[in-house]
């Protein structure tokens, strides 16, 4: 069975800080991983996605994060936090390159509180 | 811009009624999702469905089901409503999946809030 871990359902930083927000994943083969913001009473945005290529992968609003295979983690990065940045972040992979129908397993999130 | 729309934002509802969520797309996706979201549990499948008149059981589809009779809307139902399922439904959808092009993207709606009082 998949799996996707996100290490800290709560995590704070202050304006101007490094955001880390980590996910880690199980997965026989390497999968297409994906990175979704939600802001609050909406739905899900996607913030970025590493399918192949390079693994370094940038997206929206200056967030970026990193496949790395032989650790099996897409950690999600901003070097310096905004005040808008304040959300909730899911890290979700799709195990089943072969499949079609893009099922997507979800992590269980992680706050993300910006101190001014 | 890809556009999903579900049917209400809020929703307050008794024991034992039946609850229709409605969810409608505007990209011609083949995929349609309808997943349920609560604190501390992330998302997750209650249903799928990769065409019309096709469904999948998702991961906790006990207690719904599902209608796709035209490929924009993907209905979920709660035969009969519970407390345990007041919860935050969110529908999405994506396109059907061109190898190693990464079509996985799933767009979603902005969220159903259930009350089951």
């Known amino acids: 069975a998949q799996s996707v871990t996100q290490l800290g359902s709560h995590v704070s930083v202050s304006e101007g800080a490094l955001v880390l927000l980590r996910c880690n994943y199980s997965s026989s083969v390497p999968p297409y991983l994906f990175w979704y913001v939600q802001y609050p009473n909406q739905g899900l945005q996607l913030l970025l996605k590493?399918?192949?290529?390079?693994?370094l992968v940038k997206g929206i609003n200056g967030f970026e994060a990193e496949f790395k295979k032989s650790e099996t983690s897409f950690h999600l990065t901003k070097p310096s936090a905004h005040m808008s940045d304040a959300a909730e972040y899911f890290c979700?992979?799709?195990?089943?390159?072969?499949?079609?129908?893009?099922?997507?397993?979800f992590g269980r999130g992680t706050q993300l509180t910006v101190w001014p | 811009d890809v556009k999903v729309t579900q049917s209400s934002r809020y929703l307050v509802k008794r024991t034992g009624e039946k609850v229709f969520l409605e969810c409608v797309q505007d990209m011609d996706h083949e995929n349609m999702f309808w997943y349920r979201q609560d604190p501390g549990l992330g998302l997750r499948l209650i249903y799928f469905?990769?065409?019309?008149?096709?469904?999948e059981k998702g991961d906790i589809p006990e207690g719904y089901s599902v209608s796709r009779e035209k490929k924009e809307r993907f209905s979920l139902i709660l035969e009969s409503a519970s407390t345990n399922q007041t919860s935050m439904y969110l529908c999405?959808?994506?396109?059907?999946?061109?190898?190693?092009?990464?079509?996985?993207?799933?767009?979603f709606g902005p969220g159903t809030r259930l009350l089951v009082l």
């Open positions: 979700a992979v799709t195990p089943d390159r072969g499949s079609t129908l893009g099922r997507l397993y």
């Open positions: 999405a959808s994506s396109p059907l999946r061109k190898a190693a092009s990464g079509q996985e993207t799933q767009y």
């Open positions: 469905s990769y065409d019309v008149k096709m469904k």
């Open positions: 590493y399918t192949t290529g390079a693994t």
